[in-house]
């Protein structure tokens, strides 16, 4: 299944003042900030996203608009609303407008029968589990779902990962102009940097990728994921269930989600800004032993 780029605006420049010019012009008996003593720069965009599946209302995410397709099919993969690519039949997009005037945009993913029925068997329990004092079980069931154990996957050498912690601005062209963004770069098995999403959120960035890899048809066993950010739960839940490999971050992880990749066998590393890689699980298989 093929789709055009979903891309909209990226960035655009903003003006502001200095607060120390500013204070000046407050004084003066014309309150109006003086156009001369403003500056400009170049913001990230961010863009209100309401995701319905066969016109059934499930999600609203801020955004990036960039490689909005790429997103959407990720994040229906890493939802489990899908399982391939050929499950999406159709996407619809729709610009909008909410208050107060603020651009928007619309997605329906048009699921086939067999995927539309799955989802509204998995959100008719969903809805059924909030209400009662019970249902805080379901509900904590819901959030750490049980999920498929990795394949053991190849070890990645230190060598590779030193030289990963310095190619990952290089990639970074919306946050080399703005800042304020996290990235995620896919890297081969044989540690080649393949593609970059940015997104001013880091779950967003990660759903880009695994989105990216479902169109290019790229089976994630044996790839990294490379990322600006920390690594969180949420990230580590959404590499296992589309069988990624390898997370490897440039900030700490947090205990759970340490305590999840071991579980399942993803390989997680910290990559600081000046001390040695730092793996805090790892799935790689030993030589000379076989695959389970």
């Known amino acids: 299944m093929q789709h055009s780029p979903i891309s909209f605006t990226s960035h655009r420049r903003q003006t502001f003042g200095r607060c ?51 997103f959407v099919i990720g994040f229906a993969r890493s939802e489990g609303i899908i399982e391939h690519i050929n499950d999406i039949r159709d996407i619809a997009v729709q610009l909008t407008k909410t208050q107060p005037d ?3 945009v619309a997605i329906n993913l048009e699921l086939s029968p067999r995927r539309f029925s799955q989802f509204k068997q998995r959100r008719q329990t969903h809805l059924g589990a909030t209400g009662c004092g019970l249902c805080g079980v379901e ?11 990795l394949q053991p996957s ?7 990962l030193i030289a990963l912690r310095s190619q990952l ?13 996290h990235a995620a770069l896919l890297i081969s098995p044989e540690g080649e940097p393949i593609f970059c999403m940015e997104d001013i959120g880091r779950h967003n960035a990660l759903d880009k990728v695994i989105g990216y890899a479902l169109q290019q048809d790229i089976n994630l066993h044996n790839y990294s994921v490379l990322m600006s950010s920390r690594c969180s739960t949420e990230l580590v839940q959404k590499a296992v269930r589309v069988g990624l490999s390898r997370l490897i971050h440039l900030a700490s992880p947090s205990t759970l989600a340490v305590k999840l990749a071991q579980h399942y066998g993803l390989t997680l590393i ?20 076989n695959d389970e």
Not at 154 to 160: L, R
Request: charged content about 20%; proline content about 7%.
């Open 20 to 70: 120390d010019v500013l204070q000046k012009d407050i004084m003066q008996p014309d309150t109006r900030l003086k156009q001369e003593s403003l500056e400009s720069a170049e913001l990230v965009e961010e863009m209100p996203l309401a995701i319905s599946i066969n016109d059934i209302s499930y999600a609203i995410m801020m955004v990036t608009p960039v490689h909005l397709e790429a």
């Open 102 to 104: 603020i651009d928007s």
């Open 139 to 149: 509900s904590l069931t819901q959030a750490i779902p049980t999920l498929p154990k």
């Open 154 to 160: 190849q070890a990645i050498d230190e060598a590779s």
């Open 169 to 181: 601005s290089e990639y970074q062209i919306l946050g080399n102009k703005t800042g304020a963004v």
């Open 270 to 289: 910290h990559l600081p800004k000046q001390d040695a890689p730092r793996l805090f699980a790892s799935s790689a298989q030993q030589k000379g032993t």
